[in-house]
């Protein structure tokens, strides 16, 4: 069981899956407030750099769990270069259908939404691993701007505009979910060039040392396409956030 394999080609060296720089994950461990032993549960953790800082930084215990191989060995890594191996585990499954017995303080998907089929498929979902009172946390992108059409849309690499909402919509069908936004933090096109551009480097890098790889002609193809792509596109229209929910009452 993995991810298809281009994934693990144009994102190995990444960290951080995501549109976040280091510094947006320790903001938002920071908004959270979170307390030392908080039990923190991730579905499609990546790279694990979110539990293994905030394990670090706020003393939180947890696990996570994603379908990648690569990602759940460079997570298990990280964790014994932070030195917190004993308080975070990484788990390579399908994180679909994924109910913890260990209720968590934060419960969150983020950049991984189709794991519970959509936004509020993976709040139900994460909704029950949760304990009361406890805060959901979904990464999840949101037009900037509505694309003035269906090629633009695609060209963000979206099925069509309808995938996403602008951000006070997303935030309104939050609460029509029956959840208070409790705090949020958010991409810029600075942390966005870091998530997209970080691939290029990569894939010349992989392209020079596996030329005759079947993939090599794919990878060939995105590294002379998506540059302009996603300065013409993604960079424009494509909002990335992380909202932090808790049920009301
Ligand atoms: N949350 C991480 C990773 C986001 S990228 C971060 O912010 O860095 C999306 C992740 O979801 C990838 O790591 C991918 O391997 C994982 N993934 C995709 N489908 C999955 C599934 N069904 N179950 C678990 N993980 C999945």
Known sequence: ??????????????????????EKLATLGAALRLEKGTRVLDLGSGSGEMLCTWARDYGVIGAGIDMS?????????????????????????????????????????????WIGGGVSGTIELLAQSLRPGGIILIGEPYWRQLPPTEDVAKGCLAGSISDFLLLPELLRVFGHLGYDVVELVLADQDSWDRYEAAKWLTMRRWLEANPDDELAKEVRAQLTSEPVRYAAYTREYLGWGAFALMLQW
């Open 1 to 22: 069981m993995d991810i298809p394999r281009i994934f693990n080609i144009t994102e190995s060296t990444h960290r951080i899956h995501n549109p976040f720089t280091p």
């Open 69 to 113: 191989q690569l990602f759940t060995d460079q997570a298990r890594l990280r964790a014994e270069e932070l030195g917190v191996a004993d308080q975070v585990k990484f788990i390579h499954g399908d994180a679909a259908g994924c109910v913890s017995n260990e209720k968590a303080g934060v419960a969150a998907c983020l950049g991984a939404t």
